[in-house]
């Protein structure tokens, strides 16, 4: 089994900052990649940012030079700092884990349970 737990969402006035954090545990053999999602009520889940074992990361437009992903990879755990909050980036976050099980196994994709996070205007 894998577990992941995710923390650090919360309300926030626009232009505030929050740090989400998403610690991987369980099943484990290698990380592909880790990253965070968003939904807002009734649109679809988006992705926020990504980042790769490698470190390579990847953003959604909208959050370019505001929002970072970061990973402590001792710890299997991935950040998103999220800095210059908008009213739009109210959503649900998800956590995302790409991961093998075994050396030769294929990929498999787990989520977290969503935090929400809140920015009033």
């Known amino acids: 089994q894998v577990q992941l737990v995710e923390s650090g969402g919360g309300l926030v006035q626009a232009g505030g900052s929050l740090r989400l954090s998403c610690a991987a545990s369980?099943?484990?053999?290698?990380?592909?990649?880790m990253g965070w999602y968003r939904q807002a009520p009734g649109n679809q889940r988006d992705m926020v940012a990504i980042?790769?074992?490698?470190?390579?990361?990847n953003y959604a437009d909208s959050v370019k030079g505001r929002f970072t992903i970061s990973r402590d990879n001792a710890k299997n755990t991935a950040y998103l700092q999220m800095n210059s909050l908008k009213p739009e980036d109210t959503a649900v976050y998800y956590c995302?884990?790409?991961?093998?099980?075994?050396?030769?196994?294929?990929?498999?994709?787990?989520w977290g349970q969503g935090t929400q996070v809140t920015v009033s205007s």
């Open positions: 980042i790769t074992s490698g470190g390579s990361t």
């Open positions: 369980g099943s484990i053999f290698s990380i592909n990649s």
């Open positions: 995302n884990l790409n991961y093998r099980r075994s050396t030769y196994s294929d990929f498999y994709n787990k």
